[in-house]
C-alpha cells in the first residue's frame, strides 16, 4: 500500500504508515507525487502554533503527475505534470469578487491541502482540478513544489503587500526558502539593492551568490542599523520583510525603515509584539500583513521560472520516512534552501 507521513497530534512524532489508494470525486484527480517540499508551517502545526485537527497528512507544496481523472474535469489529461494551490477560496465572497482570494472569508472551512485535507507528504493524493496549475516539462517538480507555498507567499508578500517598486532598497528578514524567492522577485519588480539579514553565515552567501541579494547583514557580527548604514550610506530601507517577527525584529525592522517604509509581517510570530508608535508616526511607516497567495500569482511563477527569470529553492531529496528529522532540522535553522521529498525514493 502508498505510503504517507500523517500528523495525529501536537508534540507527537508525524508517523509514516501505509494509507490505501484515496477515492476521488467527480471533481478531483489523483496525483502522484513526485516532490513535495517541506516549509517551515509544517514544524509550526507540530508545535501547535498553527492550530490543525489531526489526523492529516501534512505537506502543502506539491509536485506531481495526473495519474487518474473524476467524470467532471476538464482541461487536463492523464500525465499531465501539475502543482497544487493548496487553498480553496470560495469565489463567492466579498473578498474574493475584489481580487483578494487569499483572504477568502471561508477558506477555513474549504479544503486546505496539507492542513484541514490530506496533503502531498504521500505517494498519492486527491485534489479538486481547479487547484492546479500546470508544471511545464523544462522545470523540475522540486522546484515547481517550492513555489506553491514559498514562493507564492514571496510574490504576494513584494506584488501586493509591499507594493516594491522601481529604485526600492528591500531588507529581507531571515534567509529561508520565502526569503531567497523574495530577493530575486524584489529585483524583477525593479528593486535597486536587496538585503539579506540574518544570523548564519551560509544562508547569507547563499543569498548573494545564488538568489540576487546585494548586500547582506549578519546579525551575529554587526547590528542591524550600523550594517543598512553601510549598504545604503544612511537612506535606509524602503521595506523589510519580517520573517521572524517577534520583538527584537520588529524593533530592527522599524529603526531600518525609511521614511514612509513598509514593515511586511510574513512569518508567523507566536507572541505580541512591542511597537515604538512615535518612530512609525513620524516616519509615516506602514505595517502590513502577507499571508501566502492567489492562484494567478502562482501561474505568474511558474511562467517566470519557465522563462528563466527565477532560480529554484529547493536543495535536498529525502524519503517521506525522514520526516521527523528534516522537520526538526528546520526547526533548529539547519536547512540551507528547501528541503523536498520524493515519495517514491526507496
Ligand atoms: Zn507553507
Ligand atoms: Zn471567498
Redesign the pocket.
Known amino acids: 500500500m502508498p505510503n504517507v507521513a500523517r500528523f495525529y497530534r501536537v508534540g507527537d512524532p508525524v508517523k509514516v504508515e501505509d494509507n490505501p489508494l484515496p477515492r476521488i470525486d467527480p471533481d478531483e484527480i489523483l496525483l502522484k507525487i513526485r516532490a513535495a517540499s517541506v ?4 514544524v509550526h502545526v507540530v508545535s501547535g502554533v498553527i492550530p490543525v485537527n489531526g489526523p492529516v497528512v501534512l505537506g ?2 506539491i509536485a506531481g503527475d495526473i495519474e487518474q481523472l473524476g467524470e467532471n474535469v476538464e482541461n487536463i489529461k492523464k500525465g499531465d505534470r501539475a502543482i497544487v494551490h493548496f487553498v480553496t477560496p470560495c469565489g463567492d465572497c466579498n473578498f474574493c469578487l475584489t481580487g483578494n482570494t487569499n483572504v477568502c472569508k471561508n477558506i477555513n472551512s474549504l479544503p486546505m491541502y496539507g492542513f484541514s485535507a490530506d496533503g502531498g507528504y504521500a505517494q498519492y493524493m486527491k485534489v479538486n482540478y481547479k487547484r492546479l496549475v500546470r508544471l511545464p516539462s523544462d522545470l523540475p517538480y522540486e522546484f515547481g513544489s517550492t513555489l506553491c ?2 514562493g507564492v ?1 514571496a510574490m504576494h508578500a513584494v506584488k501586493s503587500a509591499g507594493k516594491i517598486n522601481l529604485g526600492d532598497i528591500i531588507a529581507v528578514y531571515g534567509t529561508g526558502g520565502v526569503g531567497m524567492y523574495i530577493l530575486q522577485i524584489a529585483k524583477l519588480c525593479g528593486a535597486t539593492t536587496a538585503i539579506a539579514v540574518g544570523r548564519t553565515e551560509d544562508k547569507l552567501q547563499m543569498a548573494q551568490q545564488s538568489f540576487g541579494a546585494d548586500a547582506a547583514v549578519n546579525l551575529t557580527k554587526e547590528k542591524l542599523t550600523d550594517g543598512i548604514k553601510r549598504i545604503t550610506g544612511g537612506k535606509g530601507v524602503n521595506a523589510v520583510f519580517d520573517f521572524v517577527v517577534n520583538n527584537e525584529s520588529i524593533e530592527n525592522s522599524t529603526k531600518i525603515l525609511a521614511n514612509t517604509g513598509r514593515l511586511i509581517l510574513v512569518g508567523i510570530g507566536r507572541e505580541p509584539v512591542l511597537m515604538n508608535p512615535k518612530r512609525m508616526t513620524f516616519k509615516e511607516a506602514s505595517v502590513v500583513g502577507s499571508s501566502v497567495g492567489s492562484k494567478e500569482e502562482l501561474q505568474l511563477l511558474v511562467d517566470l521560472a519557465s522563462s528563466g527569470r527565477l532560480k529554484g529553492v529547493a536543495n535536498s531529496k529525502h524519503r517521506l520516512n525522514e520526516v521527523n528529522e528534516v522537520l526538526t532540522a528546520l526547526k533548529e535553522g539547519k536547512v540551507l534552501g528547501r528541503a523536498y521529498f520524493d515519495p517514491f525514493l526507496e
Open positions: 516549509c517551515h508551517s509544517d502543502h507544496e507555498c514559498a507567499t
